[in-house]
């Protein structure tokens, strides 16, 4: 599902020039990449509760930071360059549709992860179920950033939004190297 998310978000982004779509799309990439390392933490907590973070977790964590970090230098980049030309995206239409769907999606994610993190009292499903909350609070900036300038067709609408993206995937990437440099104990029940 991400997946198509991101490729939709990239390809609909680039198609009606909505840096704010482009920008939840590369998200969502870097949303699947970091999966890779929560999927391997699961299976480490799950074969040996008391393990500490291994090396191919700190190494994801690290990766997925600095893709962030890269992301938000090309968001702040374009944003800049899209101010000095007055650049407006020609339609924003993608953007409420992709949002609402992720949305709905997100929240239901969110609600399942909480509802097993509980189960198995494992702070590191209920701490992944707090990540997937970010990607609601993207979506919604995209929402209101799409609805307001396809109603409205507000100069500099785009930008904000994306500003607003970019804020919030650079604590995304300092969270993940806090995360990598600081050994924070995950596990089932313990902590």
Wanted: with cysteine; charged share 20%; glycine share 8%.
């Amino acid at each position: 599902i991400s997946l198509g998310e991101a490729f939709f978000s990239i390809y609909f982004g680039l198609k009606g020039e909505s840096l704010t779509l482009f920008g939840f799309g590369m998200d969502s990439f870097i949303e699947i990449l970091s999966g890779i390392g929560v999927a391997h933490m699961i299976l480490r907590i799950t074969s040996n509760p008391e393990t500490n973070r291994d090396a191919f977790e700190k190494t994801a964590l690290r990766i997925t930071g600095l893709s962030f970090y890269l992301l938000v230098a090309g968001l702040v980049a374009t944003v800049t360059y899209n101010l000095y030309l007055g650049h407006k995206p020609e339609t924003t239409i993608s953007g409420i549709m992709i949002s609402l769907a992720s949305m709905i999606l997100m929240i239901a994610l969110v609600w399942g992860k909480t509802r097993t993190g509980k189960k198995l009292q494992s702070k590191a499903i209920l701490s992944d179920a707090e990540c997937t909350r970010v990607c609601i609070y993207m979506s919604l900036i995209l929402l209101v950033s799409s609805g307001i300038y396809e109603l409205t067709r507000m100069p500099f609408i785009d930008e904000l939004g994306t500003f607003a993206l970019a804020w919030l995937s650079f604590r995304e990437g300092r969270e993940c190297f806090k995360k990598a440099k600081h050994e924070i104990h995950c596990s089932c029940g313990h902590d």
